[in-house]
């Protein structure tokens, strides 16, 4: 495992995956969306998450876009190789391939699939924790019921020392957060997603980042930076002003990903042809600076027609966003 000298904090932004109309990965592209990170000033980057469409990957392809992904970040930022996987053994190889290609942190989602009693929860983890001595984040997303109490996260790294940080998803749950930051006493950091939806109210709670996807890490940065050094109300009035509207993840998880990954040929970062049908829905984003578009495409949402548009004050940067049905045939395609 590499370490370059600090910790994670503020924005760690989700790297997509694109592809081409091979259907492989887009190596080159992939490693533009990395540099784009690097400019973005953030400390770390996660793939391949369900940001990245990792249930599109196969297990090589998902090791590899973590190579790809390292070997261009040149220990510029730490990489976050995610595990996702409903075995803990398969997890855990999955995690020894990505550190041996270089991984700063590892980390795994919660199999949220079934309910799962806390002991059969615990003996997972802590057998894919114990795989490895790398820090590991761990993510718990459960639409369906209660995430992790501030109780089971003690036990957790009492057991296992090298959970470094939680990325909590869940609405309303600043009491939650402030509880688990006392009863770790700190030690393990929490994060949280859905876009930074909810961070100014969990920054008080003592949130030490956020988990979002690349298109806007620079100014959420910005702003999680703002507010955690005690400027909350600036930090409040510059989010109102350019924050995207909320996507209903939960109710329409097909839309996130088309939503974040529209085609852009002409912004420099990650162009080129439309995804094959058998990846999507999926698009490649996003601008190399301000004053390009960030995002200007199509996404599923049921085929309502909706048009969005916003303007990014910070930067200067235009924001678009068409919503239109796609439809596509193969393994690949997600709904």
């Not at 190596?27 to 540099?35: N, Q, T, W």
């Not at 290609?101 to 799962?116: E, Y």
């Not at 999680?224 to 409040?236: C, E, I, Q, T």
């Amino acid at each position: 495992m590499k370490d370059n000298g600090k910790a994670i904090g503020g924005v760690v932004p989700i790297i997509p995956v694109p592809f081409d109309a091979g259907e492989s990965v887009d190596e080159g592209a992939l490693r533009r969306l990395v540099d784009f990170a690097v400019a973005c000033e953030v400390d770390a980057v996660c793939l391949p998450a369900y940001g990245s469409e990792f249930y599109k990957l196969s297990e090589a392809e998902r090791t590899r876009v973590v190579a790809v992904a390292v070997e261009q970040a040149a220990g510029r930022l730490k990489v976050v190789a995610q595990c996702n996987h409903g075995s803990s053994k398969v997890a855990a190889a999955l995690a020894g391939s990505n550190l041996e290609a270089g991984a700063d942190l590892v980390s795994i989602a919660i199999p949220r699939q079934f309910p799962v009693p806390d002991e059969d929860l615990l003996r997972f983890l802590a057998t894919f924790l114990d795989s490895f001595t790398a820090p590991c984040l761990l993510q718990d997303f459960n639409p369906g019921g209660p995430t992790l109490s501030a109780a089971f996260l003690t036990r957790l790294r009492a057991e296992c020392p090298n959970l470094a940080y939680l990325k909590l998803e869940e609405p309303l749950s600043a009491p939650k957060v402030a509880a688990m930051v006392e009863a770790t006493g700190g030690e393990v950091g929490i994060l949280t997603g859905w876009g930074g939806l909810y961070m100014m109210e969990l920054i008080p709670a003592g949130i030490c980042g956020l988990m979002p996807g690349l298109g806007l890490a620079d100014l959420l940065n910005r702003i999680f930076w703002l507010a955690k050094g005690g400027g909350h109300r600036p930090g409040v009035s510059l989010l109102r002003e350019n924050r995207p509207p909320a996507v209903p993840v939960a109710a329409a998880p097909g839309t996130l990903p088309l939503l974040r990954k529209t085609p852009a040929p002409g912004q420099g970062v990650a162009g080129g042809d439309p995804l094959p049908a058998s990846r999507l829905p999926a698009r490649r984003p996003y601008p190399a600076a301000p004053g390009t578009p960030l995002a200007e495409g199509a996404a599923d949402v049921g085929g309502r027609g909706a048009w969005e548009e916003w303007r990014v004050k910070s930067g200067e940067w235009r924001v678009k966003s068409g919503q239109r049905r796609v439809s596509g045939t193969g393994r690949r395609l997600m709904n």
